[in-house]
């Protein structure tokens, strides 16, 4: 029988821990981990990070540590440095940890247009830094900082989505950056005996996001869509979806590097 991967004292990085599905995340995954685990959240915005921090907290031996963190930067020190200065800030060290997590979570959904209008190469490259290059580099210094014998597992997920292996109409590069982080996953999959690895396509969610898609996608049949899936209240809770990766987890039965969908059954 597989062994559970939420029941060690853990390390738990997460990315865009302040909105949607990534807040509802780290509060479940807070519900899970032990007494002793540690939350490392990241991202751009002090006031929301304190504010998830804050409930957090909440649980019993559960601590946490904010860092700012912008996923489309390309600023090497900060690469270098955010994981190991919130371990510093939180006054914890590497060794404490039973188990180290990291929550690939952060990403953008526009710009939202045809293939044939995709010809600003600058805001094409910005597009790619947040949802791609920044993913790679942070993913790189998570394993490289969570090598200590200490730590006798490692589990990365990617937040993945339908759109990394069916194509979507208008929503080319959303699409392209998806299907690459996949591929990282299974490529560390191969690469890593010892990290357990998952890309995980939550479903249609409830969020800001999905706002962006009612509003300003351009292919009309998947605007519809959207818009369709709102007035009949058919869109997945954040919170359902996030309890659905914990169950994923726990039950650890899943094929390293597998794309698994809300809806999957597992």
Known sequence: MSEPLLDKVSVCVITGPTRGLGRSIAQQFANKLPKGS???????????????????????????????????????????????????????DVTEFQQAILINNSGTLEPLDFVRNLDDVCTISNFFNTNLAGCVALTSKFMQLFNSPSIKSKIIVNISSLSAVQPMKSWALYCMAKSARDMMIKVISEEEENIRTLNYAPGPLVTDMTNIACQNTKDMELRNWFEEQVRKKSLV??????????????????????????????
């Open 38 to 92: 540690l939350f490392i959240l990241l991202s751009r915005n002090q006031i929301l990070l304190d504010s998830i921090s804050e409930l957090i907290l909440l649980k019993d031996g559960i601590r946490t540590v904010t860092g700012i963190f912008d996923q489309g930067s390309c600023d090497q020190n900060l690469y270098d440095n955010i994981l190991e200065d919130c371990l510093k800030n939180a006054e914890a």
């Open 237 to 266: 809770e954040c919170d359902s979806s996030a309890l659905k990766l914990v169950s994923i987890l726990q039950k650890n039965t899943f094929e390293n590097g597998a794309h698994i969908d809300y809806y999957d059954e597992i």
